[in-house]
């Protein structure tokens, strides 16, 4: 569950990170 639940998280960043990319 921990492993899972810091996945999501991590991704949750990475997706975030080219979001903002993406805009610029």
Do not use: E, R, T
Request: proline share 0%; aromatic share 8%.
């Amino acid at each position: 569950m921990f492993l899972m639940a810091c996945g999501v998280y991590v991704c949750s960043i990475c997706l975030k990170q080219i979001n903002s990319q993406s805009k610029i």
